[in-house]
Each structure stands twice: as C-alpha cells, then as structure tokens.
C-alpha cells in the first residue's frame, strides 16, 4: 500500500514536472534502517530505484538514516524539535496493530490497547488451527495483556528511547 501510492504520487510529480527530451528525476528519501533488518541492510544508501523508474520518470531512493542506530534516530528528533508520533509513548516501533514483526512487549501493549482486534486474532488462530507466531498465541499475548496494572502503565512520560525536549505530533498534546 505505501509503495503503490508513493508510485501514483511519482507519476502525477513526473507529468508536472514534464521537461522535453529527459526523464524527470525525482528523489525519494525513506527512513530505513539497515538494523531493522537483513533486507534492509542489504539495501545501498543512495540508487536508482529501477522498479519506480520509467522512461518518463528516473527516481533515485535515497535512506539518509540507514546507519542509525534507535538512538541516534531520537538524539536527532529531539535536536530538530521535529513531532513525533504520540504511539511511541506506548510501543518502540509505529506499524501495524498487532504485527507478527512486533515486538512481544509491542504486541502485549497493542493488545491492551485494542482488545475487540486481539480478540478476532485469537478467533481466527482457532478457526484455522494456527498460532499468531510460531513462538507466541494470540491466547498468550491477551493473557500478558490482562496482567498489566492499568491503561495508564502503558503511557511513558517520553516517547520510548526519545528523551526531554520532543514535541508529539501537531495537535496531539505532550506525551504525560
């Protein structure tokens, strides 16, 4: 879903952009980090990114925060003053609700957090004889869930990892 919208906005940018005789040359920076995992490593800094590429467009991927580490990403929030998403009061990582990826932690907060959607998980993981993950049930996260002393241990006076001086993001409140 990111990758195709992002190639909507790619072409409807190469038609404005349209210069006779060349493509126009966009560039795209992502917040990858080569920690996150193997693939991403894998991933150069700076390409052209061939699959987005066509004859009317060249667009060139560019991952400045690739070698970060969790903490640099934040030390440089914080000295840019730029908002942060208030979920990272709660969770280490913005993705999906209840992502297989998660962390066991992530997931026992977002399971906290959305009960009805732990509850369809936990459903179907009987329906169709599977657990969540191989290592963990939907069953068990509730579980871990439930044992968390209230919706109110879940929020940090900070983001997770971030530190004093962040903002959250516009129109959100301060993380308390």
């Known amino acids: ?49 061939t699959a987005a590429s066509s004859g009317r ?11 970060f580490s969790t903490e640099e990403v934040w030390r440089t929030i914080k000295a840019s003053g730029a908002p942060w998403h208030p979920a990272y009061r709660s969770v280490s990582r913005l993705s999906c609700r209840l992502c297989p990826l998660a962390s066991r932690r992530d997931l026992t907060i977002s399971a906290r957090m959305n009960p009805e959607l732990a509850a369809e998980y936990a459903e179907v993981e009987d329906e169709i004889g599977h657990r969540f993950r191989n290592d963990l049930s939907m069953k068990q996260i509730i579980s871990e869930a439930s044992e968390l002393s209230g919706a109110r241990s879940l929020l940090s006076e900070e983001p997770r990892g971030c530190g004093a001086g962040a903002a959250p993001w516009p129109g959100t409140g301060c993380a308390a």
């Open 1 to 49: 879903m990111k990758r195709d919208v992002a190639r909507k906005f790619y072409t409807e940018t190469a038609r404005e952009l349209a210069i006779p005789g060349r493509p126009a040359r966009l560039l795209s920076a992502l917040g990858l980090r080569a920690a996150e995992s193997r693939a991403r490593a894998r991933r150069p800094t700076v390409a052209v990114d």
């Open 57 to 67: 467009r060249e667009v060139t991927s560019w991952l400045p925060i690739r070698d």
